[in-house]
């Protein structure tokens, strides 16, 4: 076999329920000269007997076996094994369109791009309800430096996700997934985009998420949340390796705002004794500078510095601030604006729905 144009990863651990869709949307690209290699990370379910399977039908399905070591061990060990030309990730209770490798390496092909990222919808596996992840305002966008890169991603026009993509294989010269974190992308997408000379994004959605009872990103773990809001830490890293942090500043700080906001939220209500000094509170898990960082450059509204000092000093008392103004609004007559929640709703014509419909009953 030559070499190939694309390995995609596949990291498996006890999904034995949804393997076999997974591996069949792989098994079924339009794109021929692909690898797919499969990593069980000591699964103890059926999961391993389910890519053998795949591996004694597929000849360009190769099945590698180890003790468990969590996802980005996994794919870590993939990309050891990978020899195509570009790598991309798969999550095995999830699938892809069938066109979606065939697609995202001719935009690489055209573009000489490093990295081509993909639309994401995620579909609900109880309900069926379907939701678009696209971040792409255009059908294609074309970021011809790590510094236009990296601002889109600051700017949240970018999925943070890695499984979306193909990335050259150079891009993993010097870099892996962070073991021992969750929210592992968040760690590894920025030092991936300033190793990226150009990025391509299509609007076009080809990657389905599949939200399920009991899976990492669906689960209110205080230490995943715990690391997601730490790779903020990175993300200081990064951007003072650029050699032009004053550039990113304001974009750092409305991001570490908001990251930080939606950390406190999230803990205040499930895991509140959690959010002391030594343990999850924000003051513990950032360093001091970058919180300073993030107050000092003049970026941040009068109350959002205000609201972020406090978060930072104690979230005991940002929560009775956040508690009071919830009184004031529905003594106020605000009942309706405080409890009021927005939902996304899925910008497309009847078309494009159906065949994302279709996709999933596919695979499902």
């Known amino acids: 076999m030559k070499k190939p144009d694309v390995s995609v990863i596949v990291p498996i651990y006890n999904v034995e329920a949804y393997l076999h869709s997974c591996l069949r949307s792989l098994a079924e690209q339009t794109h021929r000269n692909i690898e797919v290699i499969m990593v069980n990370d000591g699964s103890t379910d059926s999961s391993l007997e389910i890519a053998a399977e795949f591996e004694r ?74 939701q678009d992840l696209r971040q792409a305002e255009e059908s294609s966008i074309l970021h011809n430096s790590p510094a236009k890169s990296l601002t889109a991603f600051l700017e949240k026009k970018m999925n943070i996700v890695v499984v979306n993509g193909i990335y050259a294989r150079d891009i993993f010269d010097d870099l892996t997934f962070v073991a021992g974190v969750k929210y592992e992308d968040h760690y590894f997408t920025p030092n991936a985009l300033i190793r990226c000379k150009r990025l391509v994004q299509i609007n076009d959605i080809h990657y389905y998420y599949r939200k399920r009872k009991g899976s990492l990103t669906g689960s209110a773990d205080p ?71 993030a107050l000092s450059k003049g970026n941040l509204s009068d109350k959002n510095r205000a609201d972020l000092r406090l978060i930072s000093r ?29 939902s996304r709703q899925l910008d497309t014509d009847e078309d494009e729905l159906r065949t994302y419909k279709e996709n999933i009953e596919r695979y499902k």
């Open 57 to 130: 039908k597929h000849p360009h399905f190769r099945l590698f076996n180890q003790k468990n070591g969590g996802l980005s061990v996994a794919r870590n060990t993939g990309i050891e094994h990978a020899k195509g030309k570009y790598i991309g990730f798969v999550d095995s209770d999830d699938f892809v369109d069938h066109t979606m490798y065939e697609t995202l390496y001719d935009k690489a092909v055209i573009h000489k791009a490093d990295i081509v990222k993909s639309g994401v919808l995620l579909f609900d596996d109880a309900s069926g309800n379907i």
């Open 223 to 293: 230490e995943g949340r715990a690391h997601k809001v730490q790779s903020l830490n990175e993300l200081y890293r990064v951007l003072q390796n650029t050699g032009r942090p004053e550039d990113y500043s304001a974009l750092y700080s409305e991001y570490f705002m908001n990251m930080s906001t939606e950390y406190h939220n999230s803990m205040a209500y499930t895991a509140p004794m959690r959010l002391r000094k030594g343990h999850f509170a924000l003051q513990t898990l950032i360093h001091p500078e970058i919180i300073q960082f």
């Open 314 to 342: 104690s979230h005991l008392l940002y929560f009775f601030k956040q508690k009071l103004k919830r009184i004031l609004e529905i003594v106020t007559g605000g009942l309706e604006d405080a409890i009021e929640k927005k």
